[in-house]
Every structure is written in C-alpha cells, then in structure tokens.
C-alpha cells in the first residue's frame, strides 16, 4: 500500500513537471525510469520485483505492447547465466575449488603477506569464473580454518576445541556474532546460505581466544577483508565473472546490434591488467594498513608452521583428484578455450567455420552446451548407479533468478527509453556537456557510479545508469565503449560497508572486521580501483576497442559538440 501510495503521487508530481516540456509517451517512461530508480535504491519492493515494472505499465501508458515487452525479460544474456552456472555448481559440489585454492596457498607460502596474496589470489581467481558471493563462502571457510590454528599456536593463550571445519556445534566455547543487515543484502546473501543449507541469519560460531594479541587480531582483519575484496577484483576480469559485466555485454548487443567489438577474448585483454594492478595494490595496501605496522621480524614462526601444517593436512586430505575433478576442469578449459577462440579478431576464429550462418554463435552457446553436459555425464562408472554430474535442485540453488529478472526488467527499462523517444530527449539534454574534456566526463561519470553503488545493488546500479549515459556519448560524439566499459567496471567497486555487496556482508559476519576497518581499507581500494580502471581506458583500451575514433555502429546525432581531447 505504501510502495503504491508513494508511486501515484510520484507519478501526479512528475508527469505535471514534465508534461510541458516532453512528449507524452516521455514523459510516462520517464516516471517509469525514475520510479524503478528509486525503489532500487530504496527497496520499497524487492529488486526483481520492481524489474518487472515495465511489464505492468509500459503497456498502460500506451508506450510499448504487453508481447513486446515480455521479450527482453529472457536474452542471450540469461543462456550464459545458465551454462555458467552450471559449471559453477559442479566446481562446489566435487571440491575443486578447494583444490584450486589450497594449491595457490601452498605456492606462496605461510608467511602472513604471502599467505595473505595466496588466498586472495585464489578467490580472485575462482570469481572470475562463478559468483563474487559463491568464491567468498567457498574460500573463506578454509581461510578461517587457517586463521584458527595461527591463534592457537600460543601454547597456553587460550583453551579450546579445534572447529577447522567451522562445524555449528555448542559443545565448544564460541562467540557468536549476529550480522544485521538493513538494506537488500539481508535478502539476497540469506537466501543463498539458506539453500546451501546454512543458517540464514548470518550465525557464524567460531573459536575466539580470551586474549588474542592485536598483532593476530590486525592479520585476521586483513585476511578477511582481502577476501571480500578479491571476489569483486577477480569478477571484473571476465564478461560472466559478474552481473554488471553481463547485463552490459547483452545492453550492448541490444542498443547497438551491429557492434562486435566486445568479446570474452578482448574483455579479457583489457580486464585482467586490471585486476592483477588492483590485486596487488590491495594487497600491499591492506598488508600495510594492518598487518605492516604491527608485524615484527622473528614473531611468526609458529604461526607459520601451524598454518603451513593445516594447509597441508586440509590438501592432503582432498586426497588423488577424482574423475569428476577431473572432468569437472576439463569442461572449464575447453570453456574458456572457445570462448577465446570463437571470434578473436586476430585470426577468424572457430565461428567462421560455418560461413552462412554468421553472426548464429555467441558465448551463450558454448556456455549453455558444455552446461549441459553436466546433466548428462555419469557422476561415476558403469558399475554404480547412474547419476549426473550435477542435478536440478544443486543447480536451482545456484541459479541467481533474482539477478535474471532484475537484468530482464533492465533490457526491457532501454527498449522503452528507445521506444518511447526518452533516450534521444536525453542525449539532446546532454549535449552541452561536449564542451568538457571527455576524461573529465568519464572520471566524473565513474565517480558518481562508484559513490551510488555502496549502498544499492551492483546490477541495479548498472541497469540505471547504462540507458543514460549511452546517450550522453552519443550526444558529445565520443565512442560509446568509452563511457560505458569503464562505469560498468566501477560498479563492482562496492567495498565500503557490509551492506554494498553480498561478499562483503559473509566476511563480516565471521566477526573480525568492524564497520570503521571496512570504511578505512574500502576508501583506499576505491581510489585503486577508479584510477586503475581510468589508467586502462585511457592506454591499452583505446588501441583495442578504438575508443579514439566514433563507431559506425552508433548513430550521428545532429548538431553535436565533440568533446575536446
């Protein structure tokens, strides 16, 4: 009652605001745009439900056909989600990613700061591949397991049971910490733990001695803070690595159908020196913020030792890799490799082996056909009962449908805006900001997405904002790509809060980082994050996407400013 309450009155006020100055079919989408913002950032309804606004009234104000919009609600986009999480639900079910992350950590060693980019360097990695919140709860278990056996290597600072499983079980002392979440991450990061068969409401019992030094306790905030920030480095690095990364790559193909300059190849070629600079200046970052000043020469070999030998009984007890490993990283290579090697632009790629039907394939069909596999693949030998590789209900709980629909209500939020003549109404409305420098466009445009997504969703944020700042590209005649890749990227830098983004809100409620560390460490990985990506676009990126010079794929607006260089 109130979410209508407040949208029939929103709608009286705006529509007598804007009814002089727009047409009317733009200014009703215009309400719609406006509206659909501020529940987003407000969450008056949930997120996917407020995506399928456009459903309801685009076809009520007369600004699109009922048909007409429900077929964004399901793209080429929603394939790729598919098959990957496929494989991202094969990867947890057999154990892989315990093997992948276990095995980084004994590359670098046990010493705190190699240890420290080991996990990190693990996370990052599993993120670029599954969700940013899926890499944190596989990763952050074994990293409280170590952290649990470092604080114990006192002899006499404190008494206890060993919990390396992180197992909920009163018999032991614990300290329990209750997370309250106030925003749309209390929903989101409680449903997926509630179908992984954790307790949704963020209860983590874990052993906690009476007299922890601040040298471990510093160690143990960085550890954990560099987890949350890794799964949202290593989600960048790839086009299905995170949501805002696919929502962009499928708006793409729907405003602009006849660009194909962005693929998983040269996303990847632009997106991985990013993520390796903010890797390793958050490392060093955090290192220093927390650990640097505390840590002296000499003190840590017991630690290290205890941690050297977890790490080595919780590998050892993975035992040989097993045939759905096995099959499981098998699939995944052959996924990346035609990914990279479907249409590289270097050379023709496999996608010209099938000359009349060009333009058929995409990254949705490999993704979607290996994904399958799965389904169909025995789990075991012939001489055990059939069972798939992965079954429905492990792949539903997986399954981010929220963030379909959110995406799906996004698609159909720019057809509207085209539709309805609001996109061109915009582009003419920003055309005087031409005049500006186009860096000064980008870094501001960047700023003003990084500050809105702390404290509303990643996929909201971008869905928002790529209706609008298309536009205003085309309306100072600079190349597309050159505003939206880089604010798409900035939307996954949400490191401030707990309640930015899921990852940061399961870290947290492990209890050993406080709000104030989140702020301090999540300021200075900002900054890393928007000049590296500024640093990129304005190097590398113009040579691989020829952001210098305008599309032909994008239209000419009349009476355009070109922005100076």
């Given at each position: 009652?109130l979410?209508?309450?407040?949208s029939t009155m929103?709608?009286?006020i705006?529509?007598?605001s804007?009814?002089?100055?727009?047409?009317?079919?733009?200014?009703e989408?215009a309400?719609?745009?406006?509206l659909?913002a501020?529940?987003?950032v407000?969450?008056?309804?949930p997120?996917s439900?407020?995506?399928m606004?456009?459903?309801?009234?685009?076809?009520l104000?007369?600004i699109?056909?009922?048909?007409d919009v429900?077929?964004?609600?399901?793209?080429?986009?929603?394939f790729?989600?598919?098959g990957?999480?496929?494989?991202?639900?094969s990867?947890e079910?057999?154990?892989?990613?315990r093997?992948?992350a276990?095995?980084?950590?004994t590359?670098?060693?046990?010493?705190?700061?190699?240890l420290m980019?080991?996990?990190?360097?693990?996370?990052a990695?599993l993120?670029?591949w599954?969700?940013?919140t899926?890499?944190?709860?596989?990763?952050m278990?074994i990293?409280?397991a170590?952290?649990?056996?470092?604080?114990?290597?006192?002899?006499?600072?404190?008494?206890?049971?060993?919990?390396?499983?992180?197992?909920?079980?009163g018999?032991?002392?614990?300290?329990?910490?209750?997370?309250?979440i106030?925003?749309h991450?209390?929903?989101?990061?409680?449903?997926?733990l509630?179908?992984?068969?954790q307790?949704?409401?963020?209860?983590?019992?874990?052993?906690?001695?009476?007299?922890?030094r601040?040298?471990?306790?510093?160690?143990?905030?960085?550890?954990?803070?560099?987890?949350a920030?890794s799964?949202?480095i290593g989600?960048?690095?790839t086009?299905?690595?995170?949501?805002?990364?696919l929502?962009f790559s499928?708006?793409?193909?729907?405003v602009?159908?006849?660009?194909?300059?962005?693929?998983f190849?040269?996303?990847?070629l632009?997106?991985?020196p990013?993520s390796i600079l903010?890797?390793?200046l958050?490392?060093i970052?955090?290192y220093?913020?927390f650990?640097?000043?505390?840590?002296h020469?000499?003190q840590?070999?017991e630690?290290?030792?205890s941690?050297k030998?977890?790490i080595?009984?919780?590998y050892?007890?993975?035992?040989t890799m097993g045939s759905?490993?096995?099959?499981?990283?098998?699939?995944?290579?052959?996924?990346v490799?035609l990914w990279?090697t479907?249409?590289p632009g270097?050379?023709?790629?496999w996608?010209?082996l099938?000359?009349?039907?060009s333009?058929y394939?995409?990254?949705?069909n490999?993704?979607?056909?290996?994904?399958?596999l799965f389904?169909i693949?025995p789990?075991?030998?012939?001489?055990?009962?059939?069972?798939?590789?992965i079954?429905w209900?492990e792949?539903q709980?997986?399954?981010p449908?929220?963030?379909?629909?959110?995406v799906?209500?996004?698609?159909?939020?720019a057809?509207?805006?085209k539709?309805?003549?609001?996109s061109?109404w915009?582009?003419?409305l920003?055309?005087?900001?031409?005049?500006?420098p186009?860096?000064?466009v980008?870094?501001?445009?960047?700023?003003?997405?990084?500050m809105?997504?702390?404290v509303t969703?990643?996929?909201?944020?971008?869905?928002?904002?790529?209706?609008?700042?298309?536009?205003?590209?085309?309306?100072?005649?600079?190349?597309?790509?050159?505003?939206?890749?880089?604010t798409t990227?900035?939307t996954?830098?949400?490191?401030l809060l707990?309640?930015?983004?899921?990852?940061?809100a399961v870290v947290?409620a492990?209890?050993?980082?406080?709000?104030?560390d989140m702020?301090?460490?999540?300021?200075?990985?900002?900054v890393?994050?928007?000049?590296?990506?500024?640093?990129a676009?304005?190097t590398w990126?113009?040579?691989?996407?020829?952001?210098?010079?305008?599309?032909d794929?994008?239209p000419?607006?009349?009476?355009?400013?070109?922005?100076t260089p």
């Amino acid at each position: 009652i109130l979410a209508i309450n407040k949208s029939t009155m929103l709608k009286s006020i705006f529509s007598l605001s804007l009814s002089s100055i727009l047409l009317p079919f733009t200014a009703e989408c215009a309400f719609v745009m406006l509206l659909m913002a501020v529940y987003w950032v407000t969450e008056i309804l949930p997120l996917s439900i407020t995506a399928m606004l456009p459903a309801v009234l685009f076809p009520l104000f007369g600004i699109m056909k009922s048909s007409d919009v429900a077929k964004w609600y399901f793209k080429d986009f929603h394939f790729l989600l598919v098959g990957v999480i496929c494989l991202a639900t094969s990867i947890e079910k057999w154990g892989l990613h315990r093997r992948i992350a276990l095995r980084l950590v004994t590359l670098v060693g046990v010493n705190p700061a190699w240890l420290m980019l080991g996990f990190m360097s693990g996370c990052a990695l599993l993120s670029m591949w599954v969700q940013n919140t899926s890499a944190v709860t596989m990763v952050m278990p074994i990293v409280e397991a170590v952290l649990q056996q470092i604080l114990r290597a006192k002899e006499g600072q404190c008494s206890g049971k060993d919990n390396p499983n992180l197992e909920l079980d009163g018999s032991w002392k614990t300290q329990t910490t209750l997370l309250l979440i106030f925003f749309h991450n209390k929903s989101i990061v409680g449903n997926y733990l509630e179908l992984k068969g954790q307790q949704p409401e963020f209860v983590f019992k874990y052993y906690r001695p009476v007299n922890i030094r601040k040298q471990d306790l510093m160690m143990c905030k960085a550890m954990s803070i560099g987890i949350a920030y890794s799964s949202n480095i290593g989600g960048i690095t790839t086009i299905p690595g995170t949501s805002p990364n696919l929502i962009f790559s499928e708006y793409l193909n729907q405003v602009y159908p006849e660009c194909n300059s962005i693929n998983f190849g040269n996303w990847l070629l632009l997106c991985l020196p990013i993520s390796i600079l903010m890797l390793f200046l958050t490392w060093i970052w955090l290192y220093w913020l927390f650990i640097g000043s505390e840590c002296h020469k000499g003190q840590h070999s017991e630690k290290e030792m205890s941690a050297k030998r977890v790490i080595e009984e919780e590998y050892s007890s993975l035992g040989t890799m097993g045939s759905q490993e096995i099959v499981t990283g098998g699939v995944f290579v052959l996924m990346v490799l035609l990914w990279l090697t479907r249409a590289p632009g270097f050379f023709p790629g496999w996608a010209s082996l099938f000359p009349n039907q060009s333009g058929y394939f995409t990254d949705a069909n490999v993704a979607l056909l290996l994904g399958l596999l799965f389904f169909i693949i025995p789990a075991y030998g012939p001489a055990n009962k059939y069972e798939a590789m992965i079954t429905w209900s492990e792949f539903q709980a997986s399954m981010p449908w929220k963030v379909a629909l959110l995406v799906g209500g996004g698609f159909a939020l720019a057809e509207g805006t085209k539709e309805s003549g609001l996109s061109l109404w915009v582009a003419e409305l920003l055309t005087p900001l031409g005049d500006l420098p186009v860096f000064a466009v980008i870094t501001v445009a960047c700023v003003i997405v990084t500050m809105l997504t702390e404290v509303t969703s990643n996929a909201a944020t971008t869905t928002i904002f790529l209706p609008i700042l298309s536009p205003l590209a085309e309306a100072i005649h600079v190349n597309p790509l050159y505003i939206l890749i880089p604010t798409t990227l900035c939307t996954s830098f949400s490191f401030l809060l707990p309640v930015s983004n899921p990852p940061n809100a399961v870290v947290y409620a492990y209890g050993h980082i406080t709000i104030m560390d989140m702020v301090k460490a999540g300021l200075g990985v900002n900054v890393i994050g928007l000049l590296s990506v500024l640093l990129a676009v304005g190097t590398w990126g113009i040579p691989l996407f020829s952001l210098d010079s305008y599309p032909d794929w994008a239209p000419v607006l009349p009476n355009f400013n070109s922005t100076t260089p």
